[in-house]
């Protein structure tokens, strides 16, 4: 996982301490279980998976502060 960034000057973000959280995306068809969630989210939606975005995971440690969303 890389450390979450905000939007900054440079196209890659810049590093802001009011995100302490740490993400990654999880690529489509990497892993049996995560094809079946994309194709059960895929009937749920309407939308073939090769329209939907893949997975993300996030951690947020327990010592790390957490800050309402913004949208």
């Given at each position: 996982m890389k450390r979450s960034r905000v939007v900054g000057q440079k196209d890659e973000g810049?590093?802001?301490d009011i995100r302490t959280s740490a993400g990654t995306f999880l690529a489509?068809?990497?892993d049996p279980v995560l094809t079946t969630v994309d194709e059960?989210?895929?009937m749920w939606s309407g939308l073939p998976p090769s329209h939907?975005?893949?997975m993300q995971a996030s951690q947020q440690q327990a010592t790390q502060p957490q800050f309402p969303s913004r949208h």
């Open positions: 810049d590093i802001h489509r068809n990497l059960r989210l895929a939907q975005e893949d």
